[in-house]
Structure formats: structure tokens, C-alpha cells
């Protein structure tokens, strides 16, 4: 079980640390890649090549601005590819829309704006499809989740 995780820039990784809390919470494997769709396309293709041979199962990329870095991704590879739409320019609106609106046949699934830990969640749903074990451990993650949020909100609420 591994999960690649790129970002285009240094500045992202406060947000993008979130998708591997998740990941860790789980006890998935991942990779960390700072490149840029635009400035470093060469190397963002080789990288994806040296995570699909050492076995990533899926991609979370990280993108503000253009937002170009997850569908690049996407029409580089069969992995699923999970998009972060980072808060840039138009507060994050920009980022959401770019990654969101792929052309058809190359999708690209999207969470909320500088939402990463999200991402690195619905990585875990997709690899429990093929791990029962991840599987196991995300039904007991929900459970308690369940749990706690009732235990949490049972007292009388008075206004």
C-alpha cells in the first residue's frame, strides 16, 4: 500500500502535510514530491513512471493558481489522481475549477480547497477496496468517529 503525494511548490507543504497525517493515521506508505507541471515537466513525468514501478497505488497532487500539476498528472497515468486545490488567487475558487474541470476521459477527483487531509482519506477509501485489512481499519475509524460525536452532542443543547 503506497500513495504518491506532489505539490508544485515549497509554500504548499503546510497544506499538503495533512494528506499524510491521514495517511499515517492509517498506516499507509507514501513518497513526497515537490514538482512543478510547468517548470520541471520532464521530471514530473519520470517520477510518476518511478511511482507507478515501485508500486503507488495513487496520486494526491497539490495545485494553486493555474492548478495545471493534478490533470498533468492524470494524462500521464491510469492511477487514480486526487486533487487538492490549493488557496491562491481568488480564494482558492481559481484552483477548484481548474483541477475540477477535466476534459472527459481524464478524470481527476477533487476535495475542498487547501482540504488535504480529505484527500489523503479518500486515498485510504480507495486502497481499502483492495486491502481488507485498510478496510477493517477504516470501519473502525468511522465507527468511533460515530461514537464520539454522539457522546460528544448528547447533552440537552439551551440557548
Known sequence: ???????????????????????????VDYEVHILSAHRVPERLTQVIREMEDSGVECIIAGAGLAAHLPGVIASQTILPVIGVPIKAALGGMDSLLSIVQMPKAIPVAT?????????????????????MELKDKLITYRTEMKEKFISENEEQIEF
Not at 475542498?112 to 482519506?121: R, V
Request: aromatic share 8%; hydrophobic share 45%.
Open 111 to 131: 476535495v475542498g480547497i487547501n482540504n488535504s487531509y480529505n484527500a489523503g482519506m479518500l486515498s485510504v477509501q480507495v486502497l481499502s477496496l483492495k486491502y
Open 1 to 27: 500500500m503506497k500513495v504518491g503525494i506532489i505539490f508544485g511548490s515549497k509554500s504548499d507543504k503546510d497544506i499538503m502535510k495533512n494528506a499524510a497525517m491521514a495517511l499515517k493515521e492509517f498506516g
